[in-house]
């Protein structure tokens, strides 16, 4: 029998569930992300910690549950600055190994996305996403992300360089998206 996956914010009390599944993706895929492990793991405070405990609503952290376990996680943090006030940005993506390739990064995104689209403010959605995670640039290209820029060479790890591909989703091209979907149901 399939265990069933709760999608809920993370809250006070999921701090240390954060900090964990935060490591463990910093230790498995160093090369997908701008933090190290080695960084994180002496910091008493990691980048969402605030953000799960002032629970805001426009900067987030979603959650995938299995049984209580914290298997997957899909960040926001809005601009704060007056002018790019309608644009957001989706960070931390990511489902622990044993979990993958069961939808919840899909459904992780596909929510965020809804949530952060019923702020009529928000126009714009960005992210950043390594070339050579095409697992994920796919994800995003599902969703209906476009690339808008690459920086080449924007990572170096262990003498290693990744390229970041910018990707962008606007409220209007995802409601053109959503149309469309309704319309062929």
Do not use: W
């Not at 995938?64 to 989706?90: M, P, S, W, Y």
């Not at 390594?130 to 994800?139: D, E, F």
Request: charged share 25%; aromatic share 10%; proline share 2%.
């Amino acid at each position: 029998m399939d265990s069933v996956i709760e999608y809920r914010l993370l809250t006070f009390e999921d701090k240390e569930k954060y900090r964990q599944i935060r490591l463990e993706c910093l230790k498995n895929y160093p090369q997908n992300f701008g933090t190290l492990y080695e960084d994180e793991i002496n910091s008493s405070s990691l980048k969402f910690d605030n953000i799960i405990s002032e629970n805001n609503g426009s900067d987030f952290l979603l959650g995938a549950f299995i049984n209580e376990k914290l298997v997957g996680i899909c960040g926001n943090i809005q601009e704060d600055r007056i002018k790019t006030r309608h644009i957001t940005e989706i960070s931390h993506v990511y489902v622990s190994p044993d979990f993958a390739k069961k939808g919840i990064a899909t459904n992780l995104l596909a929510l965020t996305i809804e949530k952060v689209f019923s702020n009529n403010i928000i126009e714009q959605i960005i992210l950043g996403v390594v070339k050579s995670n095409p697992q994920a640039i796919k994800i995003y290209q599902n969703a209906g992300f476009i690339q808008y820029g690459l920086l080449e060479n924007y990572y170096k790890f262990e003498g290693n360089y990744e390229s970041l591909i910018l990707m962008v989703l606007t409220r209007n091209s995802f409601n053109d998206t959503l149309k469309s979907h309704n319309s062929k149901v």
